[in-house]
């Protein structure tokens, strides 16, 4: 029987065999990072679009919010249970297959579409309104005069306006207009106490049958009524 023979420590390795790489007499040389570099030279321009559309979209927010709360406000109350009714007959008809809920849901997606009609612009009136005496002393009236006229070449259907005077509100009907017919009224504010009162802006309405919806649009500015109290001449009273 024979023994394998044991290298004396310090040996090398014979050639060929695996080993570390100071034995083989050649030494591993790094490999350059290609790969990461180049992500992040295409990381930076990533993060820099994200925060420019980052800021576009905080500058935008605010208005963006603006637009869609106002076109959510031409619902009304009986509106939004209207479209609430809506959803509940229309999942009751296709997850519960009741014929009475999907005859609801068809009368209730009829009302809608109707009531969204009202909604489409129509051509505008010419309105203007204005304080025949912008200051007055108390105990006088005020006389507030408002023309609608038609400026187009068609007829203009009737439409409801209302025109804020103080703490009121003054709701008149403009009846239908042929081409350049105008429609003229007065309104009278009492003026038993001093004080600036605003007139306006005269308002038309635009609102269906069942109440769905309700669009206003402003189409005067604003005005001011100056009521003085009333002076008496010292003169003519102590004669």
Do not use: K, Y
């Amino acid at each position: 029987m024979t023994a394998d023979p044991i290298a004396p420590p310090g040996t090398a390795d014979p050639p060929g065999s695996s080993g570390t790489a100071g034995s083989s007499g050649t030494a591993d040389r790094p490999v350059p990072a290609t790969g990461t570099a180049r992500s992040i030279s295409l990381r930076r321009p990533l993060l820099r679009a994200v925060e420019l559309l980052a800021a576009a979209v905080r500058r935008r927010a605010p208005g963006l919010v603006r637009r869609v709360r106002d076109r959510l406000s031409v619902v009304t109350r009986t509106g939004w249970l209207c479209l609430v009714l809506l959803a509940l007959s229309a999942w009751a008809a296709a997850r519960l297959g009741w014929q009475e809920a999907r005859a609801g849901a068809g009368v209730l997606a009829l009302v809608v579409v109707t009531a969204g009609l009202w909604l489409i612009p129509r051509r505008a009136h010419a309105v203007t309104h204005e304080l025949l005496e912008p200051r007055v002393t108390v105990g006088d009236d005020a006389v507030i005069h408002v023309r609608v006229a038609n400026p187009t070449a068609r007829t203009l259907l009737p439409v409801r306006m209302e025109m804020p005077v103080g703490p009121v509100e003054a709701v008149f009907a403009v009846p239908t207009l042929a081409p350049d017919a105008v429609d003229e009224r007065g309104f009278v504010l009492p003026t038993s106490r001093r004080g600036i009162v605003t007139v306006g802006p005269v308002v038309s309405v635009a609102s269906d049958p069942v109440g769905l919806v309700r669009l206003t649009r402003e189409r005067t500015e604003p005005q001011e009524v100056h009521i003085h109290p009333r002076t008496i001449r010292l003169g003519s009273v102590l004669s």
